[in-house]
Antibody, heavy 118, light 112 residues
Framework: EVQLVQSGAEVKKPGESLKISCKGS????????IGWVRQMPGKGLEWMGI????????RYSPSFQGQVTISADKSISTAYLQWSSLKASDTAMYYC???????????WGQGTLVTVSS | QPVLTQSSSASASLGSSVKLTCTLS???????IAWHQQQPGKAPRYLMK???????NKGSGVPDRFSGSSSGADRYLTISNLQSEDEADYYC??????????FGGGTKLTVL
């Protein structure tokens, strides 16, 4: 069974750094793209970027380029999303999501709530 | 890059059927899409992949009440015999490659 298990909720102050994780299991972690999706409170889904753990090829949505860093450690089947300096506007639920060979987001993580407040 | 347009809300009565629409932008009418359901307070859930031909492939465990169809640039999700648990937000998704993905704005479905 394919599973994506994300790290727990975080409460941070503006300017702090953060790295959240997404551990894949039940499939070959290096063979499928994993993306990150933001959902701000009461809003829709926004595609942030994606990584291919096999070779760490990473692409970003123009809206998120330079704002976050996506990485992966294939030795522990885990993808990451990180910020170097959080803003209040980064407060949102973040989902990791695995794609299929032919496209489409097929599997979702349970979400990580990030709250940034002074 | 394609753009997906969805109505912001829809409503239908318990036990009835509803058809949700996702429209692809000009020049992208042949694109494949996926439908996802997000129940209140939960993560999204993959429902199906839907081609321009109307052929669709559902995820495991998705009830038979959910079906897909297509006409031109429109992609539809039909839910029959509506249940209370179908009250959710429904998002369509498409992609320009495995690395350029876009979601529609979502439709909030209310079951009366």
């Amino acid at each position: 069974e394919v599973q994506l298990v994300q790290s727990g909720a975080e409460v941070k102050k503006p300017g702090e750094s953060l790295k959240i994780s997404c551990k894949g299991s039940g499939y070959s972690f290096t063979s499928y793209w994993i993306g990150w999706v933001r959902q701000m409170p009461g809003k829709g889904l926004e595609w942030m970027g994606i990584i291919y753990p096999g070779d760490s090829d990473t692409r970003y949505s123009p809206s998120f380029q330079g704002q976050v860093t996506i990485s992966a450690d294939k030795s522990i089947s885990t993808a990451y999303l990180q910020w170097s300096s959080l803003k209040a506007s980064d407060t949102a639920m973040y989902y990791c999501a695995r794609r299929t060979d032919g496209g489409a987001t097929r599997y979702w993580g349970q979400g990580t709530l990030v709250t940034v407040s002074s | 890059q394609p753009v997906l347009t969805q109505s912001s809300s829809a409503s239908a009565s318990l036990g009835s059927s509803v058809k949700l629409t996702c429209t692809l932008s000009s020049g992208h009418s042949s694109y494949i899409i996926a439908w996802h359901q997000q129940q209140p307070g939960k993560a999204p859930r993959y429902l199906m992949k839907l081609e321009g031909s109307g052929s669709y492939n559902k995820g495991s465990g998705v009830p038979d009440r959910f079906s897909g169809s297509s006409s031109g640039a429109d992609r539809y999700l039909t839910i029959s015999n509506l249940q209370s648990e179908d009250e959710a937000d429904y998002y369509c998704e498409t992609w320009d490659s495995n690395t350029r993905v876009v979601f529609g704005g979502g439709t909030k479905l209310t079951v009366l």
